[in-house]
T-cell receptor, first 115, second 110 residues
Framework: DTGVSQDPRHKITKRGQNVTFRCDPI?????LYWYRQTLGQGPEFLTY????????KSRLLSDRFSAERPKGSFSTLEIQRTEQGDSAMYLC?????????????FGPGTRLTVL | GNSVTQMEGPVTLSEEAFLTINCTYT??????LFWYVQYPGEGLQLLLK?????DKGSNKGFEATYRKETTSFHLEKGSVQVSDSAVYFC?????????FGGGTRLMVKP
């Protein structure tokens, strides 16, 4: 079990550019979550998948954001036309069945800086 | 909606001191409660959890008891070490997502 991995670890981009992040969950986990964490704050929920189905999206997820999990394994999060306010740490987590008692395991995050 | 409130930091302690980090929550239903820890330069790690009222979660000398009557889940450790310096997050799961508090930075001095 290698844990949740995320790529890249750091991304610097210019305002207006598109960026894409990847998350590989723990292999036997069927649920995958995306969170955003700004400096000095706790993580905030963005969206989650059960297998390949995206079941819930936060109001934080504007129409510039899109997430996919095409084969129920890895997931991508794309941000189009980035803005300086998008600068944050983007965290991915995974869990097994998704009951409230299930533990979400987090990856190291992708730190995005928008210049 | 669901929310988590935890004491603001930083909390600065000397090694071997007693630690308490307060956490209270508001939730519909019966959430599970968690403490996560984030060491410098690393991702979030689960520290401990409790899934129902009066449960006590414990790990690495840290403890927290799920108190439904006071909607609290305070984190305690009897004797902190320099290596415990990190940011601690209280969180609840009442459905399909975690709701986090703002985090409390702990600094332990030798």
């Amino acid at each position: 079990d290698t844990g949740v991995s995320q790529d890249p670890r750091h991304k610097i981009t210019k305002r207006g550019q598109n960026v894409t992040f990847r998350c590989d969950p723990i292999s036997e986990h069927n649920r995958l979550y995306w969170y955003r964490q700004t400096l000095g704050q706790g993580p905030e929920f963005l969206t989650y998948f059960q297998n390949e189905a995206q079941l819930e999206k936060s109001r934080l997820l504007s129409d510039r954001f899109s997430a996919e999990r095409p084969k129920g394994s890895f997931s991508t999060l794309e941000i189009q036309r980035t803005e300086q306010g998008d600068s944050a740490m983007y965290l991915c987590a995974s869990s097994t069945s998704g009951a409230t008692t299930d533990t979400q395991y987090f990856g190291p995050g992708t730190r995005l800086t928008v210049l | 909606g669901n929310s988590v409130t935890q004491m603001e930091g930083p909390v600065t302690l000397s090694e071997e001191a007693f630690l308490t980090i307060n956490c209270t929550y508001t939730a519909t239903g019966y959430p599970s409660l968690f403490w996560y820890v984030q060491y410098p330069g690393e991702g979030l790690q689960l520290l401990l959890k409790a899934t129902k009222a009066d449960d006590k979660g414990s790990n690495k000398g840290f403890e927290a008891t799920y108190r439904k009557e006071t909607t609290s889940f305070h984190l305690e450790k009897g004797s902190v070490q320099v290596s415990d310096s990190a940011v601690y997050f209280c969180a609840l799961n009442a459905g399909n997502m975690l709701t986090f508090g703002g985090g409390t930075r702990l600094m332990v001095k030798p």
